[in-house]
């Protein structure tokens, strides 16, 4: 890979994402030093995680680097999501309007509640017996 790259951090629940494109590539995509079909084998997550570069059309231009870790596959694919689209926004600050408009350059913001004392859960209270 070239040595000119643009990085983006992306975040969903407890995973963190580091992505760098790097310009002029053929489409090959990275995650974790794993080709990205490996290790997001479950229908959806690659094309979910590679939309910014769907939504552009752009899928065969870049190179893909992804370092990922903590939390779950979804959060995983959602955080790489997030990343790739703020590293495609470093290379063209044009491009920020047509992600906003898709969706991809916000970060959600749901994480799993915190457990509270005498509850089972977050919310989940034991069961009321009278006797």
């Given at each position: ?7 983006g951090i992306g975040r969903r ?54 370092h990922v870790k903590g939390g ?60």
């Amino acid at each position: 890979m070239s040595t000119q790259y643009y990085e983006g951090i992306g975040r969903r629940k407890t995973a963190t994402a580091r992505v760098r494109i790097y310009p002029n590539g053929s489409g090959n995509v990275i995650i974790n030093d794993k080709p990205a079909e490996e290790y997001l084998p479950r229908e959806g997550d690659l094309d979910h995680a590679l939309s910014p570069l769907r939504t552009l059309g752009q899928e065969k231009l870049y190179n893909v680097s992804v370092h990922v870790k903590g939390g779950g596959i979804t959060g995983q694919a959602d955080a790489i999501r997030l990343g790739l689209a703020r590293a495609l926004v470093k290379l063209d600050p044009d491009l920020r309007t047509i992600l906003r408009q898709h969706d991809l350059m916000t970060r959600d913001p749901r994480v799993k509640e915190r457990k509270k004392p005498g509850l089972k859960r977050a919310r989940k209270a034991p069961t009321y017996t009278k006797r």
